[in-house]
């Protein structure tokens, strides 16, 4: 939660991606992140110096986003000797970072303080069922495919019973980090729309693995394994092992993150 | 335009695809097409004797399609010696076409005289174009990128100059094999969301490239390079020259196929 140093610029990303060929946002010890990548675009613009990139959710392998933000540090200098300015250093990185499937949408100067993860207060998250007989050919690797048909009725029941501030610990990876399971879920809303049924999810903040371990257990409920009135329950036992398994990855994107002030709202965001 | 032989069952199938690996729905002397990976699906059945596959819409190399139909006769011995019902068939080509991006969403038996192609009375078409300065990460090859500001008003006027009965040679591919220009434009319409313009088209038939060539030229009239009323112009010169260059093919999806009884009716289409 440090600021920019002195003589640093703290800049704001707008960031696009498609999360299939990436180990995830962090940073691993083998395999191509999405902070990699646009940490060693960055690197260029500072004479392969090494600049950090922070994220406001740190997404898993495979998760996409379409309104990922973060932030980074660069020398105040550039503005002048380089004619930095918020469009330059989006083209820069999308140059750089040719030809891996992330786009830096809209780029904003922020004040030092300002941190991406920190400063965020509200998180959109998508999760795609593609719910028909035949395998996606059009949204491979965007959806969640199942084959049995889920009825949506009761899956709006049970995730109504998830919406509210709760002790998350039956929808947490048993390796997150948060230090509290309390969570206050604002909205867990299905849409359903021929064979694609998308589900909707808001908070301030989430558990590691939280809305892909919601999405597992509603689609239990879907397919009539569960009555909604199990979730509920598996909510109150306050254990990973009474709720549902993970939904694969490839359903969700982050879509939005949420601040007290739009730091894109100058830029127009994603607008040209 | 025959129709089916004696013993024969003629079923149509609906078919999505991502266009972007085929070389197009036609066989092409070299390069897997969209038509040569069904038909080799469906030979499986018939202990590799050969099976034609006639499609509604002859899409070209990287066009995709989420409502692609198509027909195909099969021996009728097979619906008793083998139980052949559409959703068997609809596995059974699904399994045979792994890993290709081609799924049969539904399929239906139809009369021996019907025709993907010659029945058709209507088609949709979706072209969706990225604008903004950022290249597409999550749409890549699904979207034309245009980086320059569209302005979507006088695109919206010149498009209404396209729809009605017209001779379309201006927007005509020179190979077109159609017969005659003449062409009734039922719908030509923006919607713009974010960054995102899409153009919908409907027609109850198309000469070739006519999409991209009104796409192409709407794009002149966006970024103010054309005055819309030049798209008129354009129109009456019926001179394939006085139009705007073809679009690229990544943006343009055949959305659906329509005919004077929907042959899926009964299969509740994608649902499962």
Redesign the interface.
Request: no cysteine; charged share 30%.
């Given at each position: 939660m440090t600021g920019a140093a002195d003589g640093a610029t703290r800049w704001a990303l707008l960031v696009?991606?498609?999360g299939t060929p990436f180990v995830g946002w962090q940073r691993q010890a083998t395999g191509v992140s999405v902070q990699s990548v646009l940490e060693q675009a960055a690197s260029r613009l500072v004479n392969d110096a090494a600049v950090a990139v922070t994220a406001a959710g740190r997404t898993d392998a495979g998760v996409?986003a379409?309104g990922q933000v973060a932030h980074l540090d660069l020398p105040t200098g550039l503005i002048e000797s380089r004619g930095l300015t918020p469009?330059r250093l989006?083209?820069a990185l999308?140059f750089h970072m040719r030809p891996h499937?992330?786009?830096?949408?809209?780029a904003a100067m922020v004040p030092p303080d300002w941190s991406a993860r920190f400063s965020a207060n509200r998180r959109r998250y998508l999760y795609r069922i593609l719910?028909?007989?035949?395998?996606?050919?059009?949204e491979?690797s965007?959806v969640w495919h199942v084959?049995?048909?889920l009825d949506p009725l009761p899956m709006r029941e049970a995730a109504a019973m998830l919406v509210g501030r709760h002790d998350f610990t039956s929808f947490r990876a048993t390796a997150c980090q948060a230090k509290s399971p309390l969570r206050t879920l604002d909205r867990l809303e299905l849409v359903v729309a021929?064979?694609l049924i998308e589900i909707h999810a808001e908070a301030r903040s989430f558990l590691h693995h939280q809305v892909r371990n919601m999405v597992g257990t509603l689609k239990l409920v879907g397919e009539g394994r569960w009555q909604p009135g199990q979730v509920a329950t598996a909510l109150a036992a306050l254990d990973r092992a009474a709720a549902g398994p993970t939904a694969p990855a490839d359903g969700l994107f982050l879509m939005e993150v949420g601040y007290a002030q739009d730091p894109f709202a100058e830029t127009g965001?994603?607008?040209?």
């Open positions: 696009e991606y498609d996409h379409a469009k989006r083209d999308n499937p992330i786009a830096v949408v809209a719910n028909r007989p035949a395998r996606p050919a059009l491979r965007r084959k049995p048909p021929g064979g965001l994603s607008l040209p």
